[in-house]
């Protein structure tokens, strides 16, 4: 078991938990796009820790593309309004995506997201989102891959930071107060 991070209180979701979780969603969609062509579409910058797992337990051809978009508000909160900071790469009219995103908060940027991708006439659109806060979610989405559903706690790891640190932890966890002053 990996050393637990001086910074975080307490572990919500196990490294293993999540590799569990990660290979049940790439077995799904792997069989729900045997026939098909799949282009991943990763949601940056928090989305590149499961994007590479996922990727691995995906085992029909598959194309990844990502996004990087920013939502103005404060370090732990989102706003709604959302920038692209790096569009995609390739068209995706006529393509079955699948959007790939760490959390779903408030659900106002995959919210932003759906409708702007939706504009650009893919064939099919779907959600992968690993976590979700059922409790404070503000938009109703229709998450197709689901993983985890989590308290309304702020929490790291896993791709998911606190001013872009702790992305890199294998595990999702919250922090203890003391990690917020320094
Ligand atoms: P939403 O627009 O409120 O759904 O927020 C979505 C984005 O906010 C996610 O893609 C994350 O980057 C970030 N976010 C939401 N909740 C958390 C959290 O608990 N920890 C770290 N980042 C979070
Ligand atoms: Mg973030």
């Known amino acids: 078991m990996t050393e637990v991070n001086p910074d975080v209180e307490s572990v919500v979701l196990t490294e293993d938990e ?3 979780k990660v290979a049940e969603l790439g077995k799904r969609i792997s069989e729900d796009y045997r026939d098909a062509d799949l282009l991943l579409v990763g949601v940056l910058k928090g ?3 499961l994007m590479a797992d996922l990727s691995r337990a995906i085992t029909v051809p598959a194309e990844f593309d990502f ?3 920013s939502s103005y508000g404060s370090s732990t909160r989102t706003s709604g309004v959302v920038r692209i900071l790096k569009d995609l790469d390739l068209d995706i009219g006529g393509r079955n995506v699948v ?9 106002l940027t995959l919210s932003y997201l759906l409708s702007n991708l939706r504009g650009r006439g893919p064939r099919s659109l779907e959600i992968c989102a690993l976590m979700t806060k059922p ?3 503000e938009v109703a ?5 689901h993983g985890f559903a989590m308290p309304p706690q702020f929490v790291v ?5 606190y001013l872009q640190r702790y992305r890199n932890l294998p595990y999702v966890g919250t922090l203890k107060p003391h990690a917020y002053e320094e």
């Not at 959007?99 to 659900?107: A, M």
């Not at 989405?141 to 891959?145: A, V």
Request: proline share 0%; no cysteine; charged share 25%.
């Open 18 to 20: 999540i590799q569990v």
């Open 47 to 49: 989305a590149f820790v």
């Open 67 to 69: 996004m990087a978009v």
């Open 99 to 107: 959007i790939v995103e760490d959390i779903v908060d408030s659900g």
């Open 135 to 137: 409790d404070v979610q």
């Open 141 to 145: 989405l229709d998450i197709r891959y």
């Open 157 to 161: 790891g896993y791709g998911l930071d």
